[in-house]
């Protein structure tokens, strides 16, 4: 059985090999660099828990600018992509329920990630696909800053499906596989 530790840094292996490394987001690094992400495993093991852990998440954000983003990692719950997908109109609910809309916004990643559109084997799935389900909750003032003062940000998804192409499938799964078989250090 995975521990949430175990978990918790096969997540950071893949934000660091993917999102970092290959420049997936350009704002990645500075965060992390600063020890502003914080990587959550919940326990949730159905919607109503998973939005409860959620909205407490949502919260902490609020009440503290020192953590600059989450991702809730959720193992047990939206394994199937397409139950995942219906459940993000549940949290974009939270957002507005809790008058929170406009102030974060949540981002998806999922192992089995599909853009609309496009095959299941396509390369270009892999900017969004993770080695576990979670939530990554922004937050839209720092998007906005970050947005407002660097050039050519409408160019990233292009250049990171350009580079997910240039890659190839079959390498990002392995590199994606490799992220979920990290084991904690002794």
């Known amino acids: 059985m995975l521990t949430n530790q175990h978990i918790a840094l096969s997540v950071q292996q893949w934000v660091n090999t993917f999102v970092v490394d290959l420049n997936l987001c350009p704002f990645a690094k500075r965060e992390l660099v600063k020890d502003r992400v914080r ?4 326990d949730a093991n159905n919607e109503e828990a998973l939005l409860l852990h959620l909205h407490a998440e949502l919260e902490r954000l ?18 199937d992509f397409d139950a995942y ?40 799935n892999y900017t969004n696909r993770s080695p576990y389900p979670m939530l990554h909750i922004l937050r839209e003032a720092s998007l906005d800053a970050v947005l407002a003062t660097t050039e050519h940000t409408d160019q990233i998804p292009v ?13 990002l799964k392995q590199m994606l596989s490799a992220c979920a078989d990290e084991r904690p250090k002794a």
């Open 159 to 171: 250049r990171n499906i350009a580079l997910m192409n240039e890659m190839g499938a079959a390498r």
């Open 62 to 79: 609020e009440n503290n600018s020192d953590i600059e983003t989450t991702l809730l990692i959720h193992p047990l719950i939206l394994n």
């Open 85 to 124: 997908n219906q459940f993000l109109d549940d949290a974009d609910g939270l957002l507005q329920e809790m008058q929170l809309d406009g102030v974060f916004q949540i981002a998806s990643f999922h192992p089995a990630y599909q853009f609309g559109g496009t095959d299941i084997d396509d390369a270009e």
């Open 39 to 42: 990587f959550v495993v919940s």
